[in-house]
């Protein structure tokens, strides 16, 4: 499986960024799709994740974040409003093997990663 982000830059306080995740490889629906965020000097941490049944969001990004895929471009997207200084930091995007009706939080499960992007909120 290969993974391939895009869609990072600057944007200000309140404003918008989508990031997009280009998944190859394997067939796509097998898999559960994870975004996660690594801010300087901190660990990497959930952002969100879907799967089959369920969709799940980190409590800082509730209501602000919407993550979706297209199976048939094989792409998962992270639309990102309202956003913070906070929000700065590498995103990548993960995927899991959809082996669990529940999607994961824990980087330690999630199978293949991609390379990041960055995402710079000016306050």
């Known amino acids: 499986v290969q993974l391939q982000a895009s869609g990072g830059g600057l944007a200000q306080t309140g404003g918008s960024l989508r990031l997009a995740c280009a998944f190859s490889g394997r067939t796509f629906s097998n898999y559960d799709m994870g975004w996660f965020r690594q801010a300087p000097g901190k660990e990497r941490e959930f952002v969100a994740g879907?799967?089959?049944?369920?969709?799940s969001y980190a409590d800082s990004v509730k209501g602000r974040f919407t993550i979706s895929r297209d199976n048939a471009k094989k792409t998962v997207y992270l639309q990102m409003n309202s956003l913070k200084p906070e929000d700065t930091a590498v995103y990548y995007c993960?995927?899991?093997?959809?082996?669990?009706?529940?999607?994961?939080?824990?980087?330690?499960?999630?199978?293949?990663w991609g390379q990041g992007t960055q995402v710079t909120v000016s306050s």
């Open positions: 879907l799967g089959h049944y369920q969709t």
């Open positions: 993960a995927a899991k093997w959809a082996r669990a009706v529940t999607v994961s939080i824990l980087t330690e499960e999630y199978d293949y």
